[in-house]
T-cell receptor, first 112, second 115 residues
Framework: GENVEQHPSTLSVQEGDSAVIKCTYS??????FPWYKQELGKGPQLIID?????GEKKDQRIAVTLNKTAKHFSLHITETQPEDSAVYFC???????????FGKGTTLSVSS | GAVVSQHPSRVICKSGTSVKIECRSL??????MFWYRQFPKQSLMLMAT?????????EQGVEKDKFLINHASLTLSTLTVTSAHPEDSSFYIC???????????FGDGTRLSIL
């Protein structure tokens, strides 16, 4: 079945640095790849997503890149700020497109 | 846009009580709603998927008689934890989507504590 692996599990950066989180998946039929940010005590918030017909998508300081051949997609956060500190989850849909499979999450800490 | 409201945000109750959690999509029609459970420092675990007007589909190991799901309209789904016990204490989160392979938008979760 579908599987998604997320690395690293924790990431600490200095304010202003860039952060990169990577996910690899097994099912080549996957075609939708969202990233979620979860702050303590809250639900996940969709921050960016990408479909398989494009290789990169950007929204201000956040970008997602997709390599379908290698079956991995990455979240890039530039000019990190303390408020970027949170747990980030990658996800993808099952083959039927009916349920999301989540990575195990990355705890990002941005220190000022 | 794409706001999902979940209530209540926090419930503390005695063992044996049944607890109902509501999930509403405020500005879009959700053909599919999802219920997740999340343990501390872990990822989200899908419990069940519900389509409006249909019976929910439960994931393996989730007791359907324990976790009753109703999706009576395109904007409302409810999860009832029946006869709750301390082991049911957890963070329950709902999400909603407009269809297959569409973005899922999440509520802010319900922290359930059973004494």
């Amino acid at each position: 079945g579908e599987n998604v692996e997320q690395h690293p599990s924790t990431l600490s950066v200095q304010e202003g640095d860039s952060a990169v989180i990577k996910c690899t998946y097994s099912d080549s039929a996957s075609n939708y790849f969202p990233w979620y940010k979860q702050e303590l005590g809250k639900g996940p918030q969709l921050i960016i997503d990408i479909r398989s017909n494009v290789g990169e998508k950007k929204d201000q300081r956040i970008a997602v890149t997709l390599n379908k051949t290698a079956k991995h997609f990455s979240l890039h956060i530039t000019e990190t700020q303390p408020e970027d500190s949170a747990v980030y989850f990658c996800a993808l849909y099952t083959q039927a497109g009916t349920a999301l499979i989540f990575g195990k999450g990355t705890t990002l800490s941005v220190s000022s | 846009g794409a706001v999902v409201s979940q209530h209540p945000s926090r419930v503390i109750c005695k063992s044996g009580t049944s607890v109902k959690i509501e999930c509403r999509s405020l500005d879009f029609q959700a053909t599919t709603m999802f219920w997740y459970r999340q343990f501390p420092k872990q990822s989200l675990m899908l419990m069940a998927t519900s389509n409006e007007g249909s019976k929910a589909t439960y994931e393996q190991g989730v007791e359907k008689d324990k976790f009753l799901i109703n999706h009576a309209s395109l904007t409302l789904s409810t999860l009832t934890v029946t006869s709750a016990h301390p082991e049911d204490s957890s963070f329950y989160i709902c999400s909603a989507a407009q269809g297959s392979n569409q973005p899922q938008h999440f509520g802010d979760g319900t922290r359930l504590s059973i004494l």
